[in-house]
């Protein structure tokens, strides 16, 4: 089972430019979620998806959307990318959030 | 506002000695904590468990125990192995509420 796949792992983008980060999960969870970490500052969540057809703001969405394509896809947009957007991104899903999450393997994405 | 944090951010360790990482919360209404492991290049990994009506919970090698009183959380790993070398987060999330809340983690490095 693949888990939680996140596309591209790695991508460098000049300001302005746009791009979408994919995110799908085959365990037939719920909610997902879209997080950034950067150095010393943990986890923080841009956006999430309850269910299929919902998504709400995190801690940090300016500059973000998002988009929950079905139960399996959940995209995260950058429509002008900043330098301040350099982080890794992380996707996760889960059955509920009581029963914790899992995560894919993370986009490392870098503004110039 | 409410914050789950960390006491120590690296931590090191010899190989064969048992750890103790930590873990404070500000919620008192928070009845879910999960730790997780980070090896680097990957995302976050589940470890182990706890609700908030119990005080300890063992797993394979690690021990989480649960402190209300004071809002404190530890890991214990037993017998440290050079591949337990990663970053070690806690998370808490409150019934009800979708989002798990990250610390901003804590580094083991073991030394063989």
């Known amino acids: 089972n693949a888990g939680v796949t996140q596309t591209p792992k790695f991508q460098v983008l000049k300001t302005g430019q746009s791009m979408t980060l994919q995110c799908a999960q085959d365990m037939n969870h719920n909610s997902m979620y879209w997080y950034r970490q950067d150095p010393g500052m943990g986890l923080r969540l841009i956006y999430y998806?309850?269910?299929?057809?919902?998504?709400d703001k995190g801690e940090v969405p300016n500059g973000y959307n998002v988009s929950r394509l079905n139960k399996r896809e959940f995209s995260l947009r950058l429509e002008s990318a900043a330098p301040s957007q350099t982080s890794v991104y992380f996707c996760a899903s889960s059955e509920r959030a009581l029963y914790g999450y899992t995560f894919g393997s993370g986009t490392r994405l870098t503004v110039v | 506002g409410e914050s789950v944090g960390l006491h120590l951010p690296t931590l090191s360790v010899q190989e064969g000695d048992n750890s103790i990482i930590n873990c404070a919360y500000s919620?008192?209404?928070?009845?879910?904590f999960i730790w997780y492991k980070q090896e680097s290049g990957k995302g976050p990994q589940f470890i182990i468990d706890i609700r908030s009506n119990m005080d300890k919970r063992q797993g394979q090698r690690v021990t989480v125990l649960l402190n209300k009183t004071v809002k404190h959380l530890s890991l214990q790993i037993a017998a440290t192995q050079p591949g337990d070398s990663a970053v070690y987060f806690c998370a808490e999330i409150r019934t009800g509420f979708q989002k798990l809340v990250f610390g901003t983690g804590t580094r083991l490095l073991v030394s063989p």
């Open positions: 998806s309850a269910s299929e057809g919902t998504t």
């Open positions: 919620n008192s209404a928070s009845d879910y």
